[in-house]
């Protein structure tokens, strides 16, 4: 007999009750106007399809944005939200994913976290520090994510 195939887990499917709704409404509203997670960076890596940095013809892809930032600088939640995990990424620190409604937000390259699953944090709440990227540079990864749609950081924080 053949073995069964396993089948990749689905990601969790968010309810749409109404506070769900009112959370992301109010979260819409406010693209482009969120905060930055970090006080003082710069984008050193933007969303999407890049040319790789070394080799020719390759592409590599970026599910958010990249921010340098000062040593050890600490993180916050660019809004209100429920901390609906905190894991290790080899390669990429720690990261937390933050549930705002039916948006999901992902902060990753951490060195350190300081709230845990199931924590409710408001805007500008300290989540943890920035880490060092593999090159020594101090950077927080950004992502957001409406349901499994990834959306592009730097349209939604203030410029």
Same mark, same amino acid.
């Given at each position: ?8 887990a689905a990601a969790p499917e968010i309810k749409m009750?109404? %506070?769900?709704?009112?959370? @992301?409404?109010?979260? %819409? ?9 970090? !006080?003082?960076?710069?984008?050193? %890596? #933007?969303?999407? #399809? ?9 592409? #590599?892809?970026?599910?958010?944005? !990249?921010?340098?930032? @000062? ?6 939640a660019i809004y209100d939200g429920e901390v609906m995990?905190?894991? @290790?990424?080899?390669? @990429?620190? !720690? ?6 409604? *039916? ?16 924590? /409710? &944090?408001?805007?500008?709440? &300290? ?6 990227? !593999? *090159?020594?540079? #101090? ?6 994510? /409406?349901?499994?749609? /990834? ?9």
């Amino acid at each position: 007999a053949k073995p069964a195939e396993k089948k990749p887990a689905a990601a969790p499917e968010i309810k749409m009750t109404p %506070e769900t709704a009112a959370l @992301s409404g109010k979260f %819409e509203a406010n693209q482009g106007k969120l905060p930055w997670p970090v !006080d003082k960076g710069a984008i050193t %890596e #933007t969303f999407g #399809t890049h040319a790789h940095p070394v080799l020719k013809g390759i592409t #590599t892809y970026n599910n958010g944005i !990249d921010i340098a930032t @000062s040593k050890n600088a600490p993180v916050k939640a660019i809004y209100d939200g429920e901390v609906m995990g905190v894991v @290790s990424i080899p390669g @990429s620190g !720690d990261a937390i994913l933050i549930k705002h409604g *039916e948006y999901l937000t992902v902060y990753s390259n951490l060195g350190r976290v300081v709230v845990e699953k199931g924590q /409710k &944090v408001k805007t500008g709440t &300290v989540i943890g520090n920035a880490g060092e990227n !593999d *090159e020594g540079v #101090t950077e927080a990864h950004l992502e957001i994510w /409406k349901g499994k749609t /990834k959306l592009n950081p730097a349209l939604w924080i203030a410029r």
